[in-house]
């Protein structure tokens, strides 16, 4: 019997228009462009400005992106699930909504939360509905307003964090190309160092909360850097050393854009030079769950046929790791 495997066929992207440069962020916050720039790689960042948008109209616009460019008829998808940290309401689902106002009549949908692994922990998810046989166009979206989370006076997550949504389409391959391996891991050591205090089950919201400041993201740095380098290197040479696969045989590091230093020390661990690295951290920042379509969409035209592809992300909670992919078509 052949093989099943799952592979991405199409892929969508919508960032806002508004564009939060370094230059405008130093006008709220103590900063300056070339500390932003030097310490984490990034110039500017999108944001999603207009009363009552919400992550959904930006993961809407990646679908509906996606589903013009590949001509694919939404009353055929199967599942839409989007990835993300920061959905429309705490309950009722942002891939429920998606799903409907793009016409996905005969999909089922949820939303899957993993903070920055959240688009990585997807594909995995994506991927065993196809492998089972019983779906055959699984839409898994990426999308994320941080700018409705962050708090603007603080200089440690501002200068990061940006709005943006991404799309890709799972379908079933039997050339085994799609999903080849996957190493994913968790460790709720990281609540202490990446999180939000309020606003859940153990501090519901009260004019406190709103008060001191506790519905917005709060990091520590330092702590999350050293963690996400080390983690997210580690698991990369894994995918590598595992499928006995040399620098050579990568086309592409596709690494979760938090931090220029934290990709840069995953490509050097797993030996590749900055030409293989997608980057797009300089434009749009830390996206959360859309870092990764977004870099596939951007670098969409330079991939081909059977490329190999190493996917690597870390986020809060912590929650990280890596997934072998081997590209399935040419632009
Ligand atoms: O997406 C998944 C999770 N998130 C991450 O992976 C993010 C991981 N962390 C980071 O990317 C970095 O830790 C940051 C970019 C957040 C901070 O960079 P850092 O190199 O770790 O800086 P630091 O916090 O160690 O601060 C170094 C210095 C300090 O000054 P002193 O004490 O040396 O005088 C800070 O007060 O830089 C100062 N500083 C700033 N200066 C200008 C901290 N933030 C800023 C800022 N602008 N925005």
Redesign the pocket.
């Known amino acids: 019997m052949t093989k099943i495997t799952a592979a991405i066929t199409a892929v969508g992207k919508y960032v806002p228009e508004y564009v939060l440069t370094n230059k405008e962020l130093a006008t709220f916050v103590?900063?300056?462009d070339e500390?932003?720039t030097s310490?984490?790689g990034i110039k500017e960042r999108r944001i999603l400005k207009g009363e009552g948008l919400g992550t959904s109209y930006m993961a809407i616009k990646a679908a509906q992106d996606l589903l013009k460019k590949s001509n694919i008829d939404p009353e055929d998808i199967d599942l839409v699930l989007v990835a993300t940290a920061t959905p429309d309401l705490p309950v009722a689902s942002t891939a429920v909504f998606t799903a409907t106002q793009i016409g996905a009549k005969n999909a089922f949908a949820y939303d899957l939360q993993a903070a920055?692994s959240s688009f990585l922990y997807g594909m995995s998810t994506a991927s065993s509905y196809i492998e089972s046989g019983r779906y055959k166009k699984v839409l898994l979206i990426g999308a994320d307003k941080m700018s409705s989370i962050i708090d603007y006076k603080d200089?440690?997550t501002c200068?990061?964090f940006g709005d943006g949504a991404g799309a890709v389409l799972f379908e079933p391959n039997t050339e085994n190309l799609g999903l080849q391996d996957e190493y994913l891991r968790s460790d709720g050591i990281g609540r202490e160092f990446?999180k939000i205090e309020a606003g859940g089950s153990i501090l519901p919201p009260t004019e406190e909360t709103v008060k001191k400041g506790q519905h917005f993201v709060h990091?520590e740095?330092?702590t999350?850097?050293k963690y996400?380098v080390s983690n997210m290197a580690d698991v990369s040479e894994k995918m590598l050393t595992r499928n006995n696969l040399k620098e050579e045989d990568i086309q592409w590091l596709v690494p979760?854009q938090?931090?220029k230093r934290?990709i840069e020390a995953t490509a050097k661990r797993v030996g590749v030079g900055s030409d293989k690295v997608m980057m797009n951290i300089h434009k749009y920042g830390?996206t959360t769950s859309a870092t990764l379509p977004l870099l596939l969409a951007d670098y969409e035209n330079q991939l081909k046929k059977g490329d190999n592809l190493i996917f690597a992300a870390?986020?809060?909670g912590f929650t990280w790791g890596a997934i072998y992919l081997k590209w399935a078509y040419n632009s």
């Open positions: 103590e900063t300056n500390w932003i310490r984490t920055c200089r440690a200068i990061i990446l990091q740095g330092k999350v850097f996400a979760h938090a931090n934290i830390n870390f986020g809060g």
